[in-house]
T-cell receptor, first 112, second 117 residues
Framework: NAGVTQTPKFQVLKTGQSMTLQCAQD?????MYWYRQDPGMGLRLIYY???????DKGEVPNGYNVSRLNKREFSLRLESAAPSQTSVYFC???????????FGPGTRLTVL | AQKITQTQPGMFVQEKEAVTLDCTYD???????LFWYKQPSSGEMIFLIY??????QNATEGRYSLNFQKARKSANLVISASQLGDSAMYFC??????????????FGKGTRLSVIA
């Protein structure tokens, strides 16, 4: 039981490059989330998926797209990376009745 | 307006002493949940404690307790008998109605706690 896994752990991109951050959970959770963490800003919601087949924008969705591939997987795509997207990205998931949101280990992304 | 306010960017506490980390929240919902997470220097997010808005008693988990004052809209985290391993960033978060799995958490900006030997 791995919980929430994210790949890659680290990534360096050049401005304008694209990439996809992968997230998977093995807890049969309905809801999944993508957050970004910047110094002094806490965690801010980018997108979330309340259930398989649905996605919704969060507080800071510009420059990102998401795909809920199936119940287990929720990916985050940067189509044209910008230096402002340098951040640590966390994926998380929650079951229907749980009072805890489980987090992945994070992806540290640097855009040059 | 910020939904979650943590007014202490940094705190110091002597080992074995108790410390209170402040958190105030803003919501018009009657049903909501309040969370505290710990983020050590290694970066992972560790769930500490949860308080539901209808819970009459303050939540406790080992050395962690949540001082819930509903009328003041505050949910302070109390860590008793601080240990060096408690040095970390601490985040307060809220989940608004419906209090079910699919509502995202809203986080405060965090408080960095340093425990001194």
């Amino acid at each position: 039981n791995a919980g929430v896994t994210q790949t890659p752990k680290f990534q360096v991109l050049k401005t304008g490059q694209s990439m996809t951050l992968q997230c998977a959970q093995d807890m049969n959770h309905n809801s999944m989330y993508w957050y970004r963490q910047d110094p002094g800003m806490g965690l801010r919601l980018i997108y979330y998926s309340a259930s398989e087949g649905t996605t919704d924008k969060g507080e800071v969705p510009n420059g990102y797209n998401v795909s809920r591939l199936n119940k287990r997987e929720f990916s985050l795509r940067l189509e044209s990376a910008a230096p402002s997207q340098t951040s640590v990205y966390f994926c998380a998931s929650t079951g229907a009745y749980y009072n805890e949101q489980f987090f992945g280990p994070g992806t540290r992304l640097t855009v040059l | 307006a910020q939904k979650i306010t943590q007014t202490q960017p940094g705190m110091f506490v002597q080992e074995k002493e108790a410390v209170t980390l402040d958190c105030t929240y803003d919501t018009s919902d009657q049903s909501y949940g309040l969370f505290w997470y710990k983020q050590p220097s290694s970066g992972e997010m560790i769930f500490l404690i949860y308080q539901g808005s209808y819970d009459e008693q303050n939540a406790t988990e080992g050395r962690y307790s949540l001082n819930f004052q509903k009328a003041r809209k505050s949910a302070n985290l109390v860590i008793s008998a601080s240990q060096l391993g408690d040095s970390a960033m601490y985040f307060c978060a809220m989940r608004e109605r419906p209090v079910s799995g699919n509502t995202p958490l809203v986080f405060g900006k965090g408080t960095r706690l340093s425990v001194i030997a």
